[in-house]
């Protein structure tokens, strides 16, 4: 009888323990993440104003747009990819380059704010605005598609 106990026993954790293991469905989001799903404005980087522009557009397909003016007088379309696991962003470039960094994110209670911290060994802060991204800075950025020759911002 003492064996049959000790045998179910065992039987109840090894089933607990195999329900518990990892499936291949991503984390869902923190609340509100979801929501970058939006059109932003860099407007502060590293606790201080912006004297470069960056926008960028992230499209609820996974895929985002950034156009900046951030080594040239002209702005630069990057674009490629990007996944949230949790509250941690991370992208890749068309070519397949990663970003420099992963990004933790959190949006302020009414989705207008936007902040992006880098998880590197000395992190970053990010402040972007929602923002409808001027026409122009779409077609000059068009005109001007980096294949990585530049080196993008994120």
Do not use: H
Request: glycine share 8%; net charge negative; with cysteine.
């Amino acid at each position: 009888m003492k064996a049959l106990k000790i045998w179910s026993l065992m039987i109840a954790v090894l089933f607990a323990a195999s329900s518990c293991e990892s499936s291949d469905q991503p984390t869902p989001p923190a609340a509100g993440v979801e929501k970058i799903v939006n059109e932003w404005k860099l407007v502060e980087w590293g606790g201080a104003d912006v004297k470069f522009t960056v926008y960028i557009d992230f499209n609820e397909d996974g895929t985002y747009e950034m156009y900046q003016q951030v080594y040239d007088l002209s702005f630069e379309k990057f674009s490629g990819a990007y996944a949230i696991s949790g509250d941690i962003v991370s992208g890749t470039y068309t070519n397949g380059d990663m970003w420099k960094s992963d990004y933790k994110v959190s949006l302020d209670s009414e989705g207008k704010i936007l902040t992006m911290v880098s998880q590197e060994d000395a992190p970053v802060t990010g402040v972007y605005e929602a923002t409808t991204i001027p026409e122009d800075v779409k077609v000059e950025g068009e005109a001007n598609t980096r294949s990585l020759e530049v080196t993008p911002f994120l």
